[in-house]
């Protein structure tokens, strides 16, 4: 009896699967975020699907590739891959860029940790940060806003009423005055009519809730267009990259020609005041991509901003002093401006519910809207 216990043993320890842990690659493919595993020579062992999206590449054709495929040698990604193979910990680094032909990623948060079951290879984790910074930024920016048209509606109160009294007297005196005191009095209307137009300008942050529907955002950039090269851009090359494939925005037509007048007249400036004047190009690019839906602090709404609509120069760029309160009013690098362009952008962007970035560099400057299509429910307002 003893003896077949022990047969019985036996066959059951020959035929028991050996003692495996999980397979990394499995928990890997289930994470939201990207994620890739590098070999000891730095190839593309695994990429996950967030990992494909986020570098435009199949698994397929990442485990054929090389990180140095992706990313030139000189990028600080291979310093933090060599660091957390020699000390065997996990390293994070923030606001890193991942520029090739292939890939233009800024902003991005990468981490590296070490697989134990595999000596020498390297997880990353790569997050891309810009959406959420650019929100935040947009919140305040309508902030920013909100204050400005708090602001109109006090001037228009306290100011323009008094205003158009001090202009009647002074129209009153030109007439009975001597001609050396009617410089003054003219002086004097003139300033009050400067006024009355910068009060008139900032009305236009007001609080109003605007009208839209389905926007074909290839005429409204057609009619820019047209309207640039007739007038300030006459002598610079204006080109267009369309996905002609591109559902309607939805919007307000006349608010999303101001928008983008205003882009393409500010590329202008900036092309004529540097040194590519004789050589100066505007390039209008439209895109679709399956954004990701952003939470709006401080309510249960929801943005997805699929329709990217972008105007690029290679003027001298945006000063760095500025970058920062590129948006805000008032901010401005030009001599005789009134820094009130940008702002009334992005409320305008905001209030349709979209995103505006900027990127900017000696030689190339771009704005980018992100902003919603038509939803398919006429009362659903993204």
Request: proline fraction near 7%.
């Amino acid at each position: 009896m003893s003896g077949f216990g022990r047969s019985m043993f036996a066959v059951v320890t020959r035929r028991d699967p050996p003692v495996r842990g999980p397979d990394p690659t499995a928990l890997l493919s289930a994470l939201p975020v990207p994620v890739v595993l590098l070999s000891v020579d730095n190839r593309f062992r695994f990429a996950n699907q967030a990992a494909e999206q986020f570098l435009g590449l199949s698994m397929s054709q990442l485990t054929s590739m090389k990180l140095s495929d992706i990313v030139p040698p000189d990028n600080p990604i291979f310093q933090l891959v060599a660091q957390v193979r020699e000390h065997d910990v996990t390293i994070s680094d923030h606001e890193m860029s991942m520029e090739s032909p292939r890939l233009r990623k800024y902003g991005i948060t990468v981490q590296g940790s070490p697989l134990p079951e595999e000596p020498g290879s390297v997880v990353l984790v790569l997050q891309d940060v810009s959406a959420a910074r650019t929100l935040d930024r947009q919140m305040t920016f309508r902030s920013a806003a909100r204050s400005v048209s708090g602001m109109a509606a006090i001037l228009a109160h306290e100011v323009k009423n008094p205003l158009s009294g001090i202009r009647g007297a002074a129209q009153l005196l030109e007439a009975s005055v001597s001609e050396a005191d009617q410089e003054l009095t003219i002086l004097i209307r003139d300033e009050a009519d400067r006024i009355r137009d910068l009060v008139d300008r900032m009305e236009v942050f007001s609080e109003k809730p605007i009208e839209r529907g389905p926007v074909n955002i290839h005429r409204v950039l057609e009619h820019v267009r047209r309207l640039a090269q007739s007038g300030f851009a006459a002598h610079i090359t204006v080109r267009e990259v369309y996905d002609p494939s591109l559902p309607s925005v939805f919007g307000n037509r006349d608010q999303l020609v101001q928008v983008l007048l205003n882009l393409v007249k500010n590329a202008a400036e900036a092309i004529t005041s540097g040194d590519t004047a004789t050589t100066g190009e505007i390039i209008l690019t439209t895109a679709f991509q399956h954004g990701v839906r952003l939470a709006v602090p401080g309510s249960d709404q929801r943005m997805h901003l699929p329709l990217v609509v972008s105007v690029r120069d290679n003027g001298p760029g945006i000063p760095a002093d500025i970058m920062p309160n590129l948006f805000d009013a008032f901010v401005t690098s030009k001599p005789s401006g009134s820094g009130l362009g940008l702002a009334l952008v992005a409320k305008i962007v905001a209030d349709h519910g979209g995103l505006i970035e900027v990127d900017s560099r000696p030689g190339r400057t771009e704005f980018r809207l992100l902003l919603p299509m038509l939803p398919d429910d006429p009362n659903d307002t993204l």
